[in-house]
Antibody
Framework: QLHLQESGPGLVKPWETLSLTCTVSGGSISSSSSYYWGWIRQPPGKGLEWIGSIYYSGSTNYNPSLKSRVTISVDTSKKQFSLKLSSVTAADTAVYYC??????????????WGQGTLVTVSS | EIVLTQSPGTLSLSPGERATLSCRASQSVSTNYLAWYQQKPGQAPSLLIYGASSRAIGIPDRFSGSGSGTDFTLTISRLEPEDFAVYYCQQYGSSPWTFGQGTKVEIK
C-alpha cells in the first residue's frame, strides 16, 4: 500500500520561503513512467488548489498563478519530492497535501494523498 | 484556465435518499478527464471517480459518475451515514488542473 507523508515547519514568517518534503513509502517514486507527484493546498475552510507536479525525471508542471514563486524538486534515491514557495504571505496559510497523479490506472487523477500538513504564515 | 462550478453548495438529505451533485466546466473537459473526490473533516480528499465515470478501486457501486463535455454529475444512489462529506470535482485534461469549490452533503 502506497503511503505519502508530508513534513516541514508548521510556521513560516511572512516573506520567507515555505519548504515541505513528501516521503513516499510502499512503492517507488521512479518505478513507473505513469506517475507524476504533485502538491495541492487548501486554505482553512476553503477549496483545493493545485500547486504543481513533478515527474521522476525532474520535469515539472506548475500552476501559472504560483509559478513565479514555486519550485518542486525530486530526489529518487530518498523517495522524496519537495516544495519550495517563496515570499509567502498570510494568503499562503493552508493545509498542504502531496499526492500521486496516476496516468496508468486512473487516467491522471490523484489516487493517493498524504494526510496533509498545516502551514501558517505569521510573524 | 477551466473554471469548475459545483451545485448546489449544500445538499441536505436523509440516509437512504439519492444525492445528485453537479459540476459544470467553463469549457469542454478534454477526453472527459474529470474526477470526483470525497473529503471528510480533518482528512485528505480521496478519489471516488476518474475519467468522468470510472469508479476508483474499492469504491462501492452506489457511487456513479456521468456526463461529458462541460456537464458532469456525481450520483450517490442511497446515502449511507459515512457518505455525509464534502465532494469536489477536478479536471485534469487541461493544465492548470482545477477543482470545483465543493458541495457539502449534510444530514437533514
Amino acid at each position: 500500500q502506497l503511503h505519502l507523508q508530508e513534513s516541514g515547519p508548521g510556521l513560516v514568517k511572512p516573506w520567507e520561503t515555505l519548504s515541505l518534503t513528501c516521503t513516499v513509502s510502499g512503492g517507488s517514486i521512479s518505478s513507473s513512467s505513469s506517475y507524476y507527484w504533485g502538491w495541492i493546498r487548501q486554505p482553512p475552510g476553503k477549496g483545493l488548489e493545485w500547486i504543481g507536479s513533478i515527474y521522476y525525471s525532474g520535469s515539472t508542471n506548475y500552476n501559472p498563478s504560483l509559478k513565479s514563486r514555486v519550485t518542486i524538486s525530486v530526489d529518487t534515491s530518498k523517495k522524496q519530492f519537495s516544495l519550495k514557495l517563496s515570499s509567502v504571505t498570510a494568503a499562503d496559510t493552508a493545509v498542504y497535501y502531496c499526492a500521486r497523479q496516476n496516468y496508468y490506472e486512473s487516467s491522471g487523477s490523484f489516487d493517493y494523498w498524504g494526510q496533509g500538513t498545516l502551514v501558517t504564515v505569521s510573524s | 484556465e477551466i473554471v469548475l462550478t459545483q451545485s448546489p453548495g449544500t445538499l441536505s438529505l436523509s440516509p437512504g435518499e439519492r444525492a445528485t451533485l453537479s459540476c459544470r466546466a467553463s469549457q469542454s473537459v478534454s477526453t472527459n478527464y474529470l474526477a470526483w473526490y470525497q473529503q471528510k473533516p480533518g482528512q485528505a480528499p480521496s478519489l471516488l471517480i476518474y475519467g468522468a465515470s470510472s469508479r476508483a478501486i474499492g469504491i462501492p457501486d452506489r457511487f456513479s459518475g456521468s456526463g461529458s463535455g462541460t456537464d458532469f454529475t456525481l450520483t450517490i444512489s442511497r446515502l449511507e451515514p459515512e457518505d455525509f462529506a464534502v465532494y469536489y470535482c477536478q479536471q485534469y485534461g487541461s493544465s492548470p488542473w482545477t477543482f470545483g469549490q465543493g458541495t457539502k452533503v449534510e444530514i437533514k
